[in-house]
């Protein structure tokens, strides 16, 4: 299993910007399907997106399209959340997770078995 730490949490107004990065321990990281997940209180954990082990595939939940790009860094072991024209309904804990497999489709927050601390996300109107 890979360890996963999350950053780049904070505060921002809506309309605003923000990047988290998920930054992975252990080997086979290129192994992984890395997604982002979130939860705000008393909802459900939401899937956020996910982007392939090889990197050529990614997927995104229908409230973030278009607004949230996610990407990966090889060299660095470590994953980006790129996102864009923040809303106040975007706040939540936002997670990373991972997942060694080479297939592709599996979105549930079950399907992972790592999973970082969560860092928090703020958007203020």
């Known amino acids: 299993q890979v360890q996963l730490v999350e950053s780049g949490g904070g505060l921002v107004q809506a309309g605003g910007s923000l990047r988290l990065s998920c930054s992975a321990s252990g080997r086979a990281f290129s192994s992984y399907v890395m997604a982002w997940f979130r939860q705000a209180p008393g909802k459900e954990r939401e899937f956020v997106g996910a982007?392939?082990?090889?990197?050529?595939?990614?997927a995104y939940g229908d409230s973030v399209k278009g607004r949230f790009t996610i990407s990966r860094d090889y060299a660095k072991n470590t994953m980006y959340l790129q996102m864009i024209s923040l809303k106040p309904e975007d706040t939540a804990v936002y997670y990373c997770?991972?997942?060694?497999?080479?297939?592709?489709?599996?979105?549930?927050?079950?399907?992972?078995?790592?999973w970082g601390q969560g860092t928090q996300v703020t958007v203020s109107s």
């Open positions: 982007i392939s082990w090889s990197g050529g595939r990614t």
């Open positions: 997770a991972g997942l060694r497999t080479t297939d592709w489709g599996r979105f549930r927050p079950a399907d992972f078995g790592s």
